[in-house]
């Protein structure tokens, strides 16, 4: 289970650099704020998650001892 909660986190930290990206580029573009503010709001949910998943691992591999 330990495992699987790894690649999930991975997943979950890749999908938020690549909305983090996609937010800049909007950003750099001169791009509408409402899309900058979804993709904001989108990249801290998938970072809450990803943070989650971490912790979640830690606990089920015992914190890496």
């Not at 289970?1 to 999908?15: D, K």
């Not at 979804?38 to 691992?57: C, G, S, W």
Request: no cysteine; charged share 10%; glycine share 14%.
């Amino acid at each position: 289970m330990g495992g699987f909660t790894y690649i999930l986190a991975i997943v979950f930290m890749v999908a938020t650099a690549l909305v983090l990206i996609r937010g800049l580029w909007n950003l750099l573009r001169g791009g509408s704020g409402s899309t900058s503010n979804k993709l904001m709001q989108m990249r801290v949910a998938l970072q809450a998650i990803a943070v989650a998943l971490i912790m979640l691992t830690l606990w089920l591999t015992g914190g890496g001892r």
